[in-house]
Structure formats: structure tokens, C-alpha cells
């Protein structure tokens, strides 16, 4: 019994006494701006409803498309930003309005009760070459505007999108949150 207690206290006083061996591979640094004040959110961007055309079911062409119709431009502004700033970003919330296989928003009124099977779909640009995944949150504040004269800007866009070639005529209403980054 005693060689076995010995034996156990030299083998935990080495465990104790040894080092791990590790290699540094990188560093990370990490810089900031600590300003007296950022922007005030502007009151038309804080609870903002961005009214998309009526369009036909039949504008899609084809399935898993946006519709034909032109997007609609929305800005989100904030104003009295420090005169340091310079660019803003809008980032998304990832919340139950959006369709994880693709991004989009989902309608939140039901087919049941009136409302259409089409989602909506952010767009970095007019031409809608660049959507905003919104299931992705490292894509969803890709989008960044300008500070000029303590006012920033960001511009998105939106259009209806459908899963299948036609939509399912009837209402549609989402949301989403979103959080503004000043740089």
C-alpha cells in the first residue's frame, strides 16, 4: 500500500511540474475609435414600412427568381454623426422572418388567411446582382454608405421573390431588425 501511494505522488508531482509545448501561429490586434458620440438613428429610418408595387403572380421568371419588376430603394439615414466617421453599415438580425435555405424574408401573413407564398429579397444594388443573404449574418451588414456632413446613408433594395414560377396571389407582410455600424 505505501509503495502505491509513493508511486502515485511522484507521478502527480510530475504531471504538476511539466509544461505544454505550444507555438504561437499568428496574432490578432485589435484597433478602435472611442467617440464622445456616434449617429442619432433618423426617425423615418427607426420604424420604416417600404411599400413594394403591386405586381402579378406571373412576373417571376421562373422558379426561385425575383420578380421582373424593378426593386425598390430603401435608405436607412442617421444623422448628427461625430465628423471622424466616415462609413456606416446596416446589420441584419437573424430572426424568424427569414427563410434559412435562402435568406429572403418569409411572408408573416399565413396563405390561409389571404397572404402570398413570395418572400422578399434584399439587394446591395439596383440591378440586383448582389443579394443579401440574411441567414448569413457575416453577409447581412455587407452593405456600407458614407458619412458626409454628419449624415450617413445606406442604400438597400427589395423586390419580391418566389420559390416556385408563380406566386400565389394574396397580401405580404414581413420584417426584420437591424443595427447600424459607424466606422
Known sequence: MGKYIYVSGVIALGLSLSTGVFAADGTVQFQGVVNAKTCTLDANSQNMTVLLPSVLSTSFPGANSYSTAPATKFTLTATGCDPSLTSAAAIFSVGSSVDSTNGNLNNTI????????????LFKDAGQSSPINLANFGDSGSNTGSITGGVAKVDF???????????????LKTSIQFSMQYL
Open 157 to 171: 433594395y427589395a423586390n419580391y421573390f418566389s420559390k416556385a414560377v408563380t406566386a400565389k396571389p394574396g397580401l
Open 110 to 121: 399565413a396563405t390561409t388567411s389571404g397572404g402570398t407564398d413570395a418572400q422578399v429579397r
